[in-house]
């Protein structure tokens, strides 16, 4: 093998797979894995730049599965160890412009969209942060329907927003039920923001695939067996719907002894998050009852294959190089997505060179509350 790059130190290829101490990761000048070997055992040609070292660690990125991108580049997130991101709540033109194929262009994550969210006329979020274009008014089935016909070939997920936060209306369950059926003949999951018990209900009667959030209203053991009867997962933002009396980190552990599917998610737009790896996010996961490798395989592993389909988020032989060379353990230290010395995306890779990580985002910035 002539160029290409020799990753060593701890290797964890995702899934269920053991970490491996001093160990390579080869990748080919094409940008693919060649090979996984002990270091010892694994003959590394000259030509072949080493990074790592004894203390490094290489597995897969984080997946995002709930952010805005409105509010935080792509890029500015793959320096921080994101290697894919799903956008879930955008107007059509930008998410459009961020959807990215099988390949997103070197120096950016993979990126799958919602585009608007489906809400009933005058609904959330078309009254707040997504008054300009972030919402698709459906008021009859029909017109639900119609809806998701026309984002079929633009979108990777359909999403409906159940809130009735401060009186705003929500779609009915006739609605909800449309845009599910017609979401499923398309061959389209659903999520759903669903916080309080009643509109998380409302979407588990409807038949939805994921919930988007933890509900912040304490759920009771009956929804929580039925969110586990209906075998769905639940992205966490768990981090950003802790403040104030939310229950959002008690329904989170609930979920998790129930043994609902909890993936990693920041909602990123909210206050206090910024793009990247969020540690905070990693350990309310590892508190709710998964600890820290559970949490690591909830931000990787299960992320990926939510947000990219079966068989993402690990490191294979053969296969274009998507992962990340940390400086130290992260299920010892989250913070160590703060410095990835390297993230890969389909066998392109990024040097970081940025240390300063930014930490408010511009909805901090502009004084307002955020989007989820």
């Given at each position: ?12 290829a ?33 030509a ?61 994550p ?164 910024s ?40 490191i ?36 970081s060179?940025?240390?300063?990580r ?15």
């Amino acid at each position: 093998m002539t160029g290409g790059l020799a990753l060593v130190g701890t290797v964890w290829a995702g899934g269920d797979a053991a970490p491996l101490r001093d160990h390579v990761v080869l990748i080919d000048p094409a940008g693919r894995v060649d090979r996984i070997g002990p270091l010892r055992a694994v003959d590394v040609p000259g030509a072949v730049r080493r990074l790592g070292g004894p203390d490094a660690w290489i597995g897969p990125g984080v997946v995002d599965a709930h952010v805005h991108v409105a509010f935080g580049a792509p890029q500015d997130a793959l320096r921080y160890g994101v290697v894919a991101l799903r956008d879930l709540g955008a107007p059509p033109v930008l998410a459009a412009a961020v959807r990215t194929s099988a390949a997103p262009p070197p120096g950016s994550p993979h990126v799958r969209v919602a585009g608007p969210l489906l809400t009933a006329p005058g609904g959330y979020p078309s009254r707040s942060w997504g008054s300009r274009g972030f919402a698709r008014f459906v008021a009859s089935a029909d017109e639900a329907r119609a809806a998701v016909r026309e984002l079929v070939g633009t979108v990777d997920v359909v999403k409906v927003a159940l809130e009735p936060a401060g009186g705003q209306p929500t779609p009915s369950p006739d609605v909800v039920r449309a845009v599910v059926d017609a979401a499923h003949e398309a061959g389209l999951r659903v999520t759903a923001h669903a916080l309080t018990s009643a509109m998380v209900t409302r979407a588990l009667d409807a038949g939805v695939d994921e919930l988007c959030h933890t509900p912040v209203e304490p759920m009771t053991s009956h929804l929580v067996e039925r969110v586990a009867a209906a075998g769905i997962p639940v992205v966490s933002t768990i981090e950003t719907l802790s403040g104030g009396r939310s229950g959002a980190p008690a329904n989170a552990a609930a979920l998790v002894a129930a043994g609902v599917p909890l993936v990693y998610g920041t909602d990123l737009g909210n206050v206090g998050t910024s793009p990247g790896a969020d540690p905070r996010e990693l350990h309310r996961l590892a508190d709710a009852g998964l600890g820290g490798w559970g949490a690591l395989r909830a931000a990787t592993t299960l992320a990926a294959e939510l947000v990219l389909g079966a068989g993402a988020g690990r490191i294979v032989a053969g296969e274009p190089a998507t992962l990340v060379v940390l400086p130290r353990d992260p299920v010892a230290d989250p913070s160590a997505w703060r410095d990835p010395g390297v993230v890969a995306v389909a066998g392109a890779f990024t040097t970081s060179a940025a240390k300063r990580r930014p930490e408010l985002s511009l909805w901090r910035a502009r004084g307002r509350s955020g989007p989820a």
